[in-house]
Nanobody, 123 residues
Framework: QEQLVESGGGSVQAGGSLRLSCAAS????????MGWFRQVPGKTREGVAV???????KYADSVKGRFTISKDNAKNTLYLQMNTLKPEDTAMYYC?????????????????WGQGTQVTVSS
């Protein structure tokens, strides 16, 4: 079964850290591009960071220097280390996998999605 299962969300104070994990199946774990997106109620889902099969990464400007995406291929697990969290980082975070190059990493480029994990940052 192709699936993505996120974990690691929670509530933290501003300036704190969280590490999100996404357990993938062998199939989705072999995808060309994997990434993290986030969404708040009433807004469109936005890309946070992506990593391709060569280990190349891209980040949204809003998280550059604070978030780090990584992948453990042996464990088929994707990670997002989030440091210096801000209240505006509050959102539901989703793991995604796609079999196209990361390119412009639009939502429609990813065919597999997890159920999401909530991150809440209080000031």
């Amino acid at each position: 079964q192709e699936q993505l299962v996120e974990s690691g969300g929670g509530s933290v104070q501003a300036g704190g850290s969280l590490r999100l994990s996404c357990a993938a199946s062998a199939y989705t774990g072999s995808s060309y591009c994997m990434g993290w997106f986030r969404q708040v109620p009433g807004k469109t889902r936005e890309g946070v960071a992506v990593i391709d099969s060569d280990g190349l990464t891209k980040y949204a400007d809003s998280v550059k220097g604070r978030f780090t995406i990584s992948k453990d291929n042996a464990k088929n697990t994707l990670y997002l280390q989030m440091n210096t969290l801000k209240p505006e980082d509050t959102a539901m975070y989703y793991c995604a996998a796609g079999f196209w190059p990361c390119g412009s990493w639009q939502v429609e480029d990813f065919g597999y999605w997890g159920q999401g994990t909530q991150v809440t940052v209080s000031s």
